[in-house]
Nanobody, 125 residues
């Protein structure tokens, strides 16, 4: 199982970015894919996740109404659309996967088995 995150960059406060997570080696519909982030000196935290078979989603309170997660199962890709970005959103963003059977989307870091490399998001003027 491989997850490849991309799309990070430098953006001004109030700006937008779209992250992509391309997944290989699995059938995406059998998995929950999540986005996590880790800022310097802080613990990794869950941002959003999606059960790709039915579109059930989870969002952390800090990103609700600003971030949108979606999936394109035909492309084996999960997206994280980030709007109204704040300096506090600055972090390395990771995507991760876990088998969907018997599980709901969550931000539980310990619940995910497969991790991709991170992509840096910096929100600064």
């Amino acid at each position: 199982v491989q997850l490849q995150a991309s799309g990070g960059g430098l953006v001004q406060p109030g700006g937008s970015l779209r992250l992509s997570c391309v997944v290989s080696g699995i059938t995406l519909e059998d998995y929950i894919i999540g986005w996590f982030r880790q800022a310097p000196g802080k613990l990794r935290e869950g941002v959003s996740s999606i059960r790709t078979r039915d579109g059930t989603t989870y969002y952390a309170n800090s990103v609700k109404d600003r971030f949108t997660i979606s999936s394109d199962n035909a492309k084996n890709t999960v997206y994280l659309e980030m709007r109204s970005l704040k300096p506090g959103d600055t972090a390395v963003y990771y995507c991760a996967g876990r088998i969907a059977r018997y599980h709901y989307p969550s931000g539980d870091v310990d619940g995910y088995d497969y991790w991709g490399q991170g992509t840096q998001v910096t929100v600064s003027s």
